[in-house]
């Protein structure tokens, strides 16, 4: 199977749309269309059921594509790691949520600048839930990812920093002059909903809060009163004036970890993981 045939089968599976797909893909839609059926022939299975009503896909079009999708990061992430495997000045790219675990990351960062030989760290900072992605494309070596809130398979971790969680609330609210809270204080604060953060799949859970993807977005809101959120104590470091942190006594304890694609040979890697573990060894992170 070659990974053209992948794309062309990812487009249609997507699209549900043979014209969209081969318009996506930048190619004419018989092409298109004969290429799927000959990976149809190939396979031995339907992958789309098609009838005048539309393209819908199979069981077995569903878990190809669910499989196409890792093959085609692998085999993206296969190409940029090889590259930078030969471009001796490269730096080290580290994937981490903006605004997250910002002391840790100073901190590591600081220490691998101390080590003889070691490459730079070029620090690609993204939105919630994005590392995962970026490590399995290859277009980060590393990232600073959060256990169970993140999605670690396939990948190697080392434990960094386990920490209680915080509400952020808006500096006026009655809650904000709390010393300590529950979590079943802060689940149905009237005319103050949580913020609901996207699934692993990109879908959002139920609930009245607003749906939010940046921390710039839930900053905003949080401050115009109209949401609170609980996160890690140290995720602080983008705290605003108008906001205010209290400990959630009883919420779900979150460890840091350093993320690495599962089975890397890289030494570089491996340096910034010895260093992070000495760190963490040393002296609390």
């Known amino acids: 199977m070659e990974t053209r045939e992948l794309r062309y089968f990812v487009a249609v599976a997507e699209e549900l749309h043979f014209g969209r797909a081969a318009a996506r893909l930048g190619i004419a839609q018989p092409p298109l269309s004969r290429a799927i059926g000959q990976l149809e022939r190939r396979l031995g299975v339907r992958l789309f059921?098609?009838?005048r009503r539309g393209v819908a896909l199979t069981d077995?079009?569903?878990?190809l594509l669910r499989e196409a999708g890792t093959a085609l990061d692998a085999v993206t992430a296969a190409v940029?790691?090889?590259?930078?495997?030969?471009d001796s000045s490269r730096s080290l790219v580290l994937a981490t949520k903006a605004g997250a675990s910002h002391e840790l990351l100073r901190r590591l960062l600081d220490a691998v600048a101390?080590?003889?030989?070691?490459?730079?760290?070029?620090?690609?900072?993204?939105?919630?839930?994005?590392q995962a992605g970026l490590l399995r494309t290859g277009r980060a070596d590393v990232a600073i990812m959060h256990r169970p809130v993140d999605d670690l398979a396939g990948f190697?971790?080392?434990?960094?920093?386990t920490e209680g969680q915080v509400a952020m609330l808006p500096a006026g609210h009655p809650l904000a002059a709390r010393d300590q809270l529950t979590l079943a204080e802060v689940q149905h604060v009237p005319g103050l909903p949580i913020a609901r953060w996207p699934r692993l799949d990109g879908t959002y859970p139920e609930g009245p809060g607003p749906e939010v993807r940046t921390q710039s977005q839930l900053a905003q809101?949080?401050?115009l009163g109209r949401t609170l959120l609980?996160?890690?104590?140290?995720?602080?470091?983008?705290?605003?004036p108008q906001h205010v942190a209290v400990p959630v006594v009883d919420a779900p304890a979150i460890t840091t970890v350093l993320a690495w694609p599962a089975g890397s040979r890289s030494?570089?890697?491996a340096g910034i993981v010895r260093t992070a573990a000495g760190l963490r060894d040393s002296a609390p992170i």
Not at 60 to 63: I, S
Not at 156 to 161: H, S, W
Not at 230 to 237: C, D, G, L
């Open 230 to 240: 609980v996160i890690p104590a140290s995720s602080r470091a983008w705290q605003w």
């Open 221 to 223: 809101l949080v401050a």
């Open 156 to 161: 190697d971790t080392e434990d960094l920093l």
């Open 267 to 269: 030494r570089a890697v």
């Open 49 to 51: 059921d098609r009838d």
């Open 80 to 86: 940029s790691r090889t590259r930078r495997a030969g």
């Open 60 to 63: 077995a079009g569903r878990v």
């Open 114 to 130: 101390d080590e003889p030989g070691a490459p730079p760290v070029e620090v690609m900072l993204c939105e919630v839930g994005e």
